[in-house]
């Protein structure tokens, strides 16, 4: 399969409480509901920040 290759993720570490692990998430994933970030974001080559499933990172895995 020729998949791309998941960039730009941000990471928390799990001793990390969870409710400041969803804060922020949260945060990030809201980033794009600021006028300013959305212009940042059209600029770029990202469309909007989401939530990863660890699955999409097989790919990676696979190329070790």
């Given amino acids: ?3 791309s290759i998941p960039n730009s993720l941000y ?3 799990k001793r990390v409480p ?11 994933l809201g980033l794009a509901k600021s ?3 959305r212009e940042l974001l ?3 080559n990202f469309a909007d920040y ?6 999409e990172y097989n ?3 696979d190329m070790s």
Avoid: F, G, L, Y
């Fill in 35 to 37: 006028k300013v970030v």
């Fill in 50 to 55: 989401v939530e990863a499933k660890d699955a």
């Fill in 18 to 28: 969870e409710a400041d692990r969803m804060i922020i998430k949260k945060t990030i």
């Fill in 1 to 3: 399969a020729n998949e």
């Fill in 42 to 44: 059209k600029n770029s």
């Fill in 59 to 61: 790919v990676v895995r």
């Fill in 11 to 13: 990471v928390v570490r």
